[in-house]
């Protein structure tokens, strides 16, 4: 019933374990009628955060979200991501990040 009004629809969520893409295609099993630019994460978010700020990050995010930063320079780092990931919080990967 909304396609048929006048209304942007965005399905919005704050996950940071899956890129869109994977996100698109769960919901698209479960039997959504989605387009990927119809979902905003809070992944989206932190990219175009990045994107706006020009900055390099640290992506301490799950590797199944690395695809939405796809493109994002990460060398020298001067910015930290985080997301839930809990195999990359360990002492080696926060000191890079305090660093």
Do not use: C, W
């Not at 942007?8 to 959504?32: A, P, Q």
């Not at 992506?59 to 020298?76: H, N, R, S």
């Amino acid at each position: 019933r909304l396609r048929r009004t006048p209304v942007t629809i965005r399905f919005v969520t704050n996950t940071t374990k899956e890129s869109k893409r994977d996100l698109l295609e769960r919901l698209t099993r479960l039997g959504f009628d989605i387009a990927e630019n119809e979902i905003f994460t809070s992944l989206t978010a932190a990219r175009n955060l990045l994107e706006q700020k020009q900055v390099r990050p640290l992506l301490l995010v799950d590797d199944k979200a690395l695809p939405d930063f796809t493109g994002i320079g990460t060398d020298d780092p001067n910015a930290v991501v985080v997301g839930l990931a809990p195999e990359h919080f360990h002492y080696e990967m926060m000191n890079r990040a305090f660093r």
